[in-house]
């Protein structure tokens, strides 16, 4: 099983006709069936780690002022509360009895797998431990691979919400946009770990793409989690609301 890193974009995407949402939506065809997944949102930040254990996570809508139909959406996937407490032996997270699934998480899965009947739980970051301990966290979950469990990370690979272009859809990003876009595909093909841990100072225009690292940490879990030496693929590349990337790879 490969790992995964997407994109997730606002919580209307899934209402959309952009080449993100479709890409999400043969995400299922292009990978194999996963047995569990490890959803690590972007949208569950704690100090230290932790899991949800969970049996029927509630669909949490995590946003404010959008159109009613979202509020309707409700993904019914079961919890994996086995598979959470495995990698809370793994990490040592905690156990959180009481989170549900956030838009990072059940939007790209509601796309991915609409049947809803994959076991899906979260596990949370940590925004002011940085990269490098994010792709520590991902290799502790390497072994899970093996098993046909899927961490999916899930973020944004530019997340600058100053710098959106409100109504606009697919779209020519600026220069600054496209050049660290650009950085972050090389950087994944050629599975630079030092270059992603250390993003701040190697890539072009890191401030200005991610003025805060919590949408970009799941990318470091999800590589992390594919285990020492991995390289990744573009699965999609694209650009909406001006300079959002919705950005996906696969490693391993």
């Not at 959406?73 to 079961?78: E, F, K, M, S, V």
């Amino acid at each position: 099983m490969p790992t995964i890193f997407v994109s997730h974009g606002a919580p209307t995407l899934i209402m959309s006709d952009a080449p993100a949402r479709a890409f999400l939506a043969s995400l299922g065809q292009q990978i194999p069936r996963p047995t569990g997944i490890v959803a690590v949102s972007a949208h569950w930040d704690t100090d230290l780690p932790a899991v949800s254990v969970v049996r029927r996570p509630d669909t949490i809508h995590d946003f404010y002022g959008f159109p009613e139909p979202l509020y309707q959406l409700r993904y019914a996937a079961p919890g994996a509360p086995q598979l959470a407490e495995k990698v809370a032996k793994l990490t040592g997270a905690a156990h959180d009895h009481h989170r549900g699934l956030d838009h990072g998480a059940w939007v790209p899965a509601m796309l991915a797998w609409p049947e809803a009947d994959i076991p899906i739980f979260q596990l949370s970051v940590q925004p002011d431990l940085g990269p490098a301990h994010h792709i520590a966290l991902g290799r502790k979950l390497a072994s899970l691979r093996e098993e046909g469990v899927l961490v999916m990370g899930s973020g944004s690979a530019i997340h600058n919400l100053r710098a959106l272009v409100r109504g606009a859809g697919p779209s020519e990003p600026e220069p600054w946009a496209q050049a660290f876009d650009d950085w972050l595909a090389d950087a994944v093909e050629k599975g630079d770990e030092e270059g992603l841990a250390d993003y701040r100072a190697r890539a072009p225009y890191a401030r200005e793409a991610h003025p805060t690292d919590e949408h970009f940490l799941p990318l470091h879990v999800a590589y992390g989690a594919a285990g020492p030496g991995a390289k990744g693929r573009a699965l999609h590349r694209s650009f909406t609301l001006g300079n959002l990337s919705m950005a996906a790879y696969a490693f391993g």
